[in-house]
Structures are given as structure tokens and as C-alpha cells.
């Protein structure tokens, strides 16, 4: 990245420069040009007061020309400083995209490494060992835990890659939200070892239009970062109510939280928070981008704000039905 900033602020320096001296050359050349027009009146008058009014035409003709040189000039600086303004933000975001799916793709190789690893160590296990088969069945359990952590990997990669190329059909239907957390809730803490403590506050009878596939990755992702951002021992709570005429879902964490200047980049993809080379936490960044466009998808709205004295609140508000 520096070697190119250079280059261009290197060609910025030079732009500004040659500027600069076009307007000197220009001023300068009017003034000479007013110059020789005076000496040659004063060669072809004689009545001094003629001299004098061509005098003070000629120098008010030099100021108006001097103002339309700093006018026009003026207008070109601001649109060169915009543009180069403008450019450089380009840069930036080239820069900082790259680097994100740079980090991506290493995230999503570690991911994807870990559990191929414990699967691989869970079946050599078995494989090597006679084992009674209470053990032999804890070990399956494991690997199969691993390989729906690598099914939700690719699951979420592909729905992000869809999503983003309007390339997804919603299959709208009326749907009980209370019955329906409820169920998912239960198949995630029963899906893999947990070290945090569900919390639930569903508000029975909230129904809604929407797409069970698509909610179903929203409500994963939402409690796969609650975790992901939470210590261990900690609770997280998911509630549901209705407001009105909305029904509002609200995950509560007691982790690090999200400061204020990065509560709206978090929906960016491939965005994570914190600084890319020492978070520590796994992830792709693309849980979040994808929770963002579901909720848009269901005309609803989503926010993030501190939960106090430590953590975030995550409130999603989609319209309910009768």
C-alpha cells in the first residue's frame, strides 16, 4: 500500500506545482501585456490627462482580468483538491478491501482446518483403538459436531455470495417467531459443547410473514457472535415481545462490546472488530453482513447498543402480523 500512496501523492505534489505556476505565468503576462499598452499610449498621446484615463482603464481591465485568473482558478484548485480527495478515498477502500479478504481467506482456511483436523483425529481414534461402544459413540458424536461446524462455514459463505448478487428467492409464509425461536434456540445449545448460559424470554403468540430458511441463519449468526465476543461463564439472553405492531427480538451479551465508531461498519462484509492482526477470536465476517440483509429482506431494522456494565445489545424489529 505505501509504494502506491507515494506514487500518487508524489503526482498530486507535481499537479499542484505545475498549477501554481500557470497562474503565475498568466498574472505575470497580463501585467506585462497592460505595461506595453501603457508605454505605447504615452508614445502616441501628448495630453497627459488622455494618458491618465487610459491608465485607469488599462489598470482596472489588469484587476478584472487578475480576478477571472483567481476565480477560474479557484474553481479548478476545489475541483482538483475534490477530486484528488475523492481518489484517495478510492485508494482507501481498495486498500482496506483487499486486506479484509486477505484476512478472510486466511480466517476462513484456519476455520475450516480445525475441524477437519478433529474430525480426522476423532476417526483415527476409532479406527486404532478398541473402544466399547458408549466411547465409540461420544467420538462419532464429536466428529459430527465438527462437520456441521464446516457445513455452517460454507453454508454462510454461499448465502453472503447470494445475497450480495440478489441471487436468493425469499419463500414468504405466516410463521409462529415465539415457537419457532424457541425450537432453534434448543437445536443450537443442543448442537455442540456451550461454556455460556441461555437465557430465554419468549413472548408466546408473536407471529410474522417470512422465510424460515433465511431467519434461521439470522437467529445462528446472531448467537454464534454473541458467543464468539462473550467470556466463558457469562450469560447470554434472547428475548422476544411485541411492540405495537412489530415484533422485537433483542441478544444480550455480557462481552468486550462494540464501540460506537464501529457499530455501523460491523454489517460491512468481511468487516471484523478490532485490529486485524491481533484479534484473536475466530470468524469470517460474514455472520453479521448476512444478519443486515435478511432483516432488510423482512422490511425490518436492525441496531446495536452497550449493554451496561459490560457487553451488546443486538434489537431487531420486523413488522408482526395480526
Same mark, same amino acid.
Request: proline share 2%; aromatic share 10%; no cysteine.
Given at each position: ?51 491618465? $484615463? ?54 476462513? =482456511?484456519?476455520?475450516?482446518? *480445525? ?12 479406527? $486404532? ?101 462473550? #467470556?466463558?461463564?457469562? #450469560?447470554?439472553?434472547?428475548?422476544? *415481545? ?41 470468524? #469470517? ?15 425490518? =431494522? ?9 457487553? *451488546? ?10
Amino acid at each position: 500500500m505505501a509504494k502506491p500512496l507515494f506514487i500518487f501523492y508524489l503526482l498530486v505534489a507535481y499537479i499542484l506545482l505545475q498549477f501554481s505556476w500557470w497562474a503565475y505565468l498568466l498574472i505575470d503576462l497580463n501585467q506585462e501585456i497592460v505595461t506595453y499598452r501603457m508605454d505605447l499610449t504615452e508614445l502616441v498621446h501628448d495630453d497627459p490627462v488622455a494618458i491618465q $484615463k487610459e491608465e485607469l482603464r488599462f489598470a482596472q481591465d489588469l484587476k478584472k482580468r487578475l480576478y477571472m485568473v483567481l476565480g477560474e482558478g479557484s474553481v479548478f484548485l476545489a475541483l482538483l483538491v475534490f477530486g484528488i480527495y475523492k481518489t484517495k478515498e478510492a485508494f482507501r477502500k481498495e486498500f482496506a478491501l483487499a486486506r479484509q479478504q486477505k484476512n478472510f481467506l486466511l480466517s476462513i =482456511t484456519h476455520e475450516f482446518k *480445525s475441524p477437519l483436523a478433529a474430525v480426522k483425529l476423532n476417526l483415527q481414534t476409532i479406527q $486404532k483403538r478398541d473402544l466399547d461402544r458408549p466411547k465409540q459413540q461420544e467420538i462419532i458424536r464429536r466428529a459430527l459436531l465438527e462437520t456441521e461446524r464446516i457445513n455452517l462455514l460454507v453454508e454462510n459463505a454461499l448465502f453472503a455470495s447470494r445475497l450480495e448478487n440478489n441471487n436468493f428467492d425469499l419463500h414468504f409464509e405466516r410463521i409462529n417467531f415465539s415457537d419457532f425461536m424457541e425450537q432453534l434456540i434448543q437445536e443450537y445449545i443442543e448442537r455442540q459443547d456451550h461454556d455460556h448460559t441461555f437465557k430465554e424470554i419468549i413472548t408466546p403468540g408473536v407471529f410474522i410473514v417470512g422465510d424460515k430458511m433465511a431467519l434461521s441463519s439470522m437467529i445462528y449468526n446472531l448467537l454464534e457472535n454473541a458467543e464468539k465476543y462473550s #467470556t466463558s461463564d457469562t #450469560t447470554i439472553e434472547i428475548s422476544l *415481545s411485541r411492540h405495537l405492531h412489530e415484533a422485537v427480538m433483542t441478544i444480550r451479551d455480557e462481552g468486550i462490546g462494540i464501540e460506537e465508531s464501529e457499530r455501523l461498519k460491523i454489517f460491512e462484509k468481511f468487516y471484523r472488530v478490532g485490529n486485524e492482526d491481533t484479534r484473536r477470536t475466530k470468524g #469470517t465476517g460474514l455472520g453479521l453482513f448476512i444478519v443486515q440483509h435478511i432483516v432488510h429482506l423482512h422490511n425490518g =431494522t436492525i441496531k446495536v447498543r452497550a449493554n451496561h456494565p459490560a457487553g *451488546s445489545i443486538f434489537e431487531i424489529r420486523i413488522p408482526a402480523e395480526k
